[in-house]
């Protein structure tokens, strides 16, 4: 019997996570892995495929844009035509940006390079209760430019074993920081949004 083709495709999600927990599937929870492979099961008309996504969220956690592979034996899908049917049966807080086919020698966990992280807040006035899926509120005023310095810090090479969940004496704890910065929001708006919306990136 001759083995089937792998064929292997790379699809770029963003998610509103507030209603999941995490990225990864668990039982009884709702979670964006879950949602994923549910709809891949339907759109495909078999369970028969395989998942590994770039990196794991916690849960509330929203992504902008990250990439999940897409492992097929002998399926060669049309993108087009696949984007649009995913997209259709995903939740509408989940989103596929793109597909593109990619080879054996791509591995989506080892070959990120960066990531980033954003974090919104803002201090003083209570928000708006639409914010609260998307920024934390501080109740006291803060002192902003003291946390700029702060931020800073963090820059550099560092061992974050502490943060590391049971870290074994193999497990590489040491990551680089390029940057570290607290600035007004610009990235985000939206009608319902204070006027001075913090970010730490």
Known sequence: ?????????????QYLGFRFHGWQKQPDVPTVEKMVKRTL???????????LAAGRTDARVSVNETIIELFLDD???NLDTFLAEFNLNLPSDIRALAIEETNAQFNVIQHPKEKE???LFSHGEKFHPFCASLMVYMKTELDIELMQTAARLFEGIHNFWSYTYKPSDTTDTVSTVNSCLIEENTLFTANFFQKKVMLLE
């Open 75 to 77: 399926e060669a899908l």
């Open 1 to 13: 019997m001759q083995k089937p083709q792998r064929l292997y495709y790379l699809i770029k999600l």
């Open 117 to 119: 992280y954003i974090y």
């Open 41 to 51: 099961r339907f759109v495909l008309d078999h369970p028969n495929f395989k998942v």
